[in-house]
Protein backbone atom coordinates (compact mmCIF):
# COMPACT_ATOMS: atom_id res chain seq x y z
CA UNK A 1 0.00 0.00 0.00
CA UNK A 2 1.97 3.29 -0.80
CA UNK A 3 0.04 5.68 1.24
CA UNK A 4 0.04 3.16 4.48
CA UNK A 5 2.65 5.13 6.93
CA UNK A 6 0.81 4.42 10.29
CA UNK A 7 4.21 5.95 12.05
CA UNK A 8 4.57 9.17 9.97
CA UNK A 9 8.30 8.53 9.48
CA UNK A 10 7.45 9.10 5.44
CA UNK A 11 4.89 11.72 5.46
CA UNK A 12 5.62 13.76 8.75
CA UNK A 13 2.07 12.37 10.00
CA UNK A 14 0.33 9.22 10.44
CA UNK A 15 -0.74 8.33 6.75
CA UNK A 16 -3.23 6.51 5.66
CA UNK A 17 -4.74 5.04 2.18
CA UNK A 18 -8.86 5.83 1.43
CA UNK A 19 -10.89 4.34 3.94
CA UNK A 20 -7.75 2.43 6.10
CA UNK A 21 -8.37 5.36 8.89
CA UNK A 22 -9.04 4.35 12.20
CA UNK A 23 -11.97 4.25 13.54
CA UNK A 24 -11.16 6.81 16.07
CA UNK A 25 -9.90 9.68 13.74
CA UNK A 26 -12.71 11.17 12.13
CA UNK A 27 -12.56 14.24 9.14
CA UNK A 28 -14.22 17.24 9.54
CA UNK A 29 -17.02 16.09 7.55
CA UNK A 30 -17.31 13.09 9.99
CA UNK A 31 -16.87 15.07 12.91
CA UNK A 32 -19.87 17.75 11.56
CA UNK A 33 -22.26 14.64 11.09
CA UNK A 34 -21.81 14.25 15.25
CA UNK A 35 -22.41 17.57 15.66
CA UNK A 36 -18.67 18.22 16.55
CA UNK A 37 -15.89 20.39 15.69
CA UNK A 38 -12.22 19.42 16.16
CA UNK A 39 -12.08 22.49 18.94
CA UNK A 40 -7.89 23.49 18.09
CA UNK A 41 -6.67 20.46 18.02
CA UNK A 42 -4.18 19.88 15.01
CA UNK A 43 -4.80 17.19 12.84
CA UNK A 44 -3.58 13.89 14.08
CA UNK A 45 -3.30 12.07 11.10
CA UNK A 46 -3.77 12.16 7.35
CA UNK A 47 -5.41 10.00 4.25
CA UNK A 48 -4.28 9.98 1.02
CA UNK A 49 -5.72 9.63 -2.06
CA UNK A 50 -5.47 10.04 -5.94
CA UNK A 51 -1.41 9.58 -6.27
CA UNK A 52 -1.14 11.76 -3.70
CA UNK A 53 -2.88 14.59 -4.89
CA UNK A 54 -5.64 14.57 -2.64
CA UNK A 55 -5.62 14.95 1.17
CA UNK A 56 -8.10 14.84 4.18
CA UNK A 57 -7.06 15.54 7.71
CA UNK A 58 -8.11 13.42 10.40
CA UNK A 59 -8.97 14.68 14.03
CA UNK A 60 -8.99 12.53 17.49
CA UNK A 61 -12.62 12.00 17.89
CA UNK A 62 -11.78 11.78 22.00
CA UNK A 63 -10.67 16.02 21.52
CA UNK A 64 -13.74 16.90 19.68
CA UNK A 65 -15.92 19.40 21.07
CA UNK A 66 -19.61 20.20 20.51
CA UNK A 67 -20.60 22.71 17.80
CA UNK A 68 -21.36 25.72 18.80
CA UNK A 69 -24.72 27.54 18.26
CA UNK A 70 -25.71 30.53 16.57
CA UNK A 71 -27.48 33.32 18.65
CA UNK A 72 -30.41 34.57 18.16
CA UNK A 73 -29.12 37.90 16.92
CA UNK A 74 -26.65 36.18 14.92
CA UNK A 75 -29.58 34.44 13.18
CA UNK A 76 -31.71 37.50 13.02
CA UNK A 77 -28.33 38.99 11.69
CA UNK A 78 -27.91 36.04 8.98
CA UNK A 79 -32.04 36.45 7.90
CA UNK A 80 -31.42 39.93 7.30
CA UNK A 81 -28.37 39.64 4.79
CA UNK A 82 -30.17 36.53 3.14
CA UNK A 83 -33.22 38.72 2.34
CA UNK A 84 -30.85 41.92 1.29
CA UNK A 85 -29.40 39.32 -1.08
CA UNK A 86 -32.93 38.70 -2.73
CA UNK A 87 -34.59 41.88 -2.53
CA UNK A 88 -34.30 44.11 -6.29
CA UNK A 89 -32.14 47.20 -6.13
CA UNK A 90 -34.65 48.35 -8.70
CA UNK A 91 -38.08 47.48 -7.88
CA UNK A 92 -37.98 46.56 -3.98
CA UNK A 93 -39.66 43.06 -4.71
CA UNK A 94 -38.56 40.05 -2.31
CA UNK A 95 -37.55 37.88 -5.33
CA UNK A 96 -37.56 33.50 -4.28
CA UNK A 97 -33.71 33.39 -5.67
CA UNK A 98 -30.72 35.66 -4.96
CA UNK A 99 -30.25 38.66 -7.17
CA UNK A 100 -27.83 38.04 -10.34
CA UNK A 101 -24.40 39.75 -9.26
CA UNK A 102 -23.51 40.02 -13.15
CA UNK A 103 -26.99 42.32 -13.43
CA UNK A 104 -27.69 43.15 -10.11
CA UNK A 105 -31.37 43.33 -10.44
CA UNK A 106 -33.86 40.71 -10.48
CA UNK A 107 -35.05 38.69 -14.05
CA UNK A 108 -38.10 40.61 -14.25
CA UNK A 109 -36.45 44.34 -14.11
CA UNK A 110 -33.55 42.81 -16.56
CA UNK A 111 -36.20 41.71 -19.33
CA UNK A 112 -37.72 45.17 -18.98
CA UNK A 113 -34.40 47.18 -19.42
CA UNK A 114 -33.26 45.07 -22.89
Known amino acids: MVFYDPTGERYGLPTYPFKLAPGDLLTRRQL????LRPG???????ILWRRGKR???LY???LAVPKRTATPAQLAAIDKALTARRTCPDCGQ???YYIPRRTGTCLDCTEVSR
Not at 40 to 46: E, S, V
Open 60 to 62: RLD
Open 94 to 96: VKP
Open 32 to 35: RARQ
Open 40 to 46: GQDPAAQ
Open 55 to 57: VAY
